[in-house]
C-alpha cells in the first residue's frame, strides 16, 4: 500500500516524536532507590508531623468540615488519604503495564513504538515501586484501587488485542486525573512533607512522557478506525474518562467509614458543589482538545461529554493552567 504524501508526512513525525520520546526516557529517568532519599532523616514520616494536612488542592483539604477536626485527627486523615492515591495509582500502572506489554508483544520487527512503550512500562515499573515504598513507610493499611475495575484486570490484553485506541483512551482516563491533582499541589507551593513532594514530582515529569504519547497514539490511530469503532469510541472517550477519574479522586468506602465523614461532605465534594464540578469539568481540558483534533466530536458524543459533567472550553495548549488551579494557588499563598 502506497501511502500519500500528507499521510507519509504523519508518520514521519509520528517516528520523529517516538524517538524524542525514547531518547528522553534514556537521558532522564529516575529509580525510586537512588533518586528518593528514603532513609534520610528530613524523608522520616513522624505521625504528628503537621505536613501531612491534606493540601489546599485536595477540594477535602480545603472543606470547613475538615478544617474542623482536631489537627491530630486532620494528619491522620492526609497520611491515609495520600497513602491510599499511591495505592491506586500502582494498582493503576500495574494495569497499564499489563496492557503495554501486550500491545509490546504484538508489534512486528522495525516499529519504533516498541522502543518507546518498552521505557514506558519500565518507568511505570518504578513508579509502582516508588508508591509502595511510600506507603510502606506512610504504615496504613489501604486497600487502593476497589471495585468493578478491579474484577475486570484480567481482560485488559483482550481489551488491547481488539480495541487499543479504547486502552490507550483508558490510560489517559487514569493518568490524567492524578496528574491534574499533582500538578496542582506543586504549582500552588506551601508545605507538603519532602517524601511526598519527591514522589510527586518524579511522577509528573515521567507522566508528561506517556501522557504525550497516548495523545499521539490517537491523533494517529482514531481518524483511520472504521466507522463503528470510531463512534463508539467517541462516546466511550467521555464515559471512561469520568469512570476513571471517580476510580482515582473520590476517597474509598473504608476511608469514609474510618474517619465517619458526613454523607453530605462526600456528596458536595464530589461533585455536588458548583466549585467542585468546575474542578471536575478542569480536569478535561487537555483531553477535550484531543478528542476535538482526533474526530470524536460529534452531536451524540457532546451530549455523553455533558451528562458525564465534564464538558467544557478545551484548553489551548497542553497543561494550560486552569480556574481551579488558579484558585487552590490563592488558597495556598492565603494560608
Known amino acids: ?88 495509582g500502582l494498582h493503576f500502572e500495574n494495569v497499564l503495564i499489563r496492557g503495554i506489554m501486550h500491545y509490546a508483544f504484538m508489534l512486528d520487527n522495525g516499529n519504533p513504538e516498541f522502543r518507546y512503550v518498552t521505557h514506558e512500562a519500565g518507568e511505570e515499573c518504578n513508579h509502582t515501586l516508588m508508591f509502595q515504598e511510600g506507603v510502606n513507610r506512610i504504615g496504613a493499611d489501604v486497600p487502593g484501587m476497589t471495585g468493578l475495575l478491579r474484577k475486570l484486570v484480567p481482560l485488559v490484553g483482550v481489551a488491547v488485542r481488539i480495541y487499543p485506541e479504547w486502552f490507550f483512551t483508558f490510560v489517559l482516563g487514569g493518568e490524567e486525573p492524578i496528574d491534574h491533582v499533582q500538578k496542582s499541589v506543586l504549582r500552588a507551593g506551601g508545605e507538603l512533607h519532602p517524601m511526598l513532594e519527591r514522589v510527586m514530582q518524579i511522577h509528573v515529569a515521567e507522566e508528561a512522557r506517556h501522557i504525550s504519547f497516548a495523545h499521539q497514539y490517537l491523533l494517529r490511530n482514531v481518524p483511520a478506525l472504521n466507522p463503528v469503532k470510531k463512534h463508539l469510541l467517541s462516546v466511550l472517550f467521555p464515559v471512561t474518562m469520568r469512570w476513571m477519574c471517580d476510580i482515582i479522586v473520590i476517597p474509598p468506602q473504608q476511608y469514609i467509614d474510618r474517619f465517619e465523614i458526613p454523607r453530605s461532605v462526600i456528596k458536595e465534594l464530589y461533585w455536588g458543589s458548583p466549585e467542585s464540578r468546575e474542578t471536575l469539568r478542569d480536569i478535561f481540558g487537555d483531553v477535550r482538545a484531543l478528542a476535538r483534533d482526533a474526530g470524536l466530536m460529534n452531536p451524540v458524543s457532546k451530549a455523553v461529554w455533558k451528562l458525564c459533567g465534564i464538558a467544557g472550553r478545551p484548553t489551548r495548549y497542553r497543561s494550560e493552567p486552569t480556574s481551579d488551579q488558579a484558585m487552590v494557588a490563592s488558597l495556598t499563598r492565603a494560608a
Open 1 to 88: 500500500m502506497t501511502l500519500s504524501i500528507d499521510d507519509a508526512v504523519k508518520a514521519s513525525q509520528y517516528t520523529d516524536h517516538l524517538a524524542t520520546l525514547s531518547e528522553g526516557s534514556t537521558r532522564k529517568h529516575f529509580d525510586p532507590y537512588e533518586d528518593i532519599a528514603w532513609d534520610s532523616d528530613e524523608y522520616a514520616v513522624i505521625a504528628d508531623d503537621p505536613r501531612w494536612i491534606l493540601p489546599k488542592a485536595d477540594p477535602l483539604g480545603r472543606h470547613p468540615w475538615y478544617l474542623a477536626q482536631p489537627r491530630e485527627k486532620q494528619i491522620e486523615m492526609g497520611m491515609w488519604r495520600q497513602a491510599n492515591i499511591m495505592k491506586v
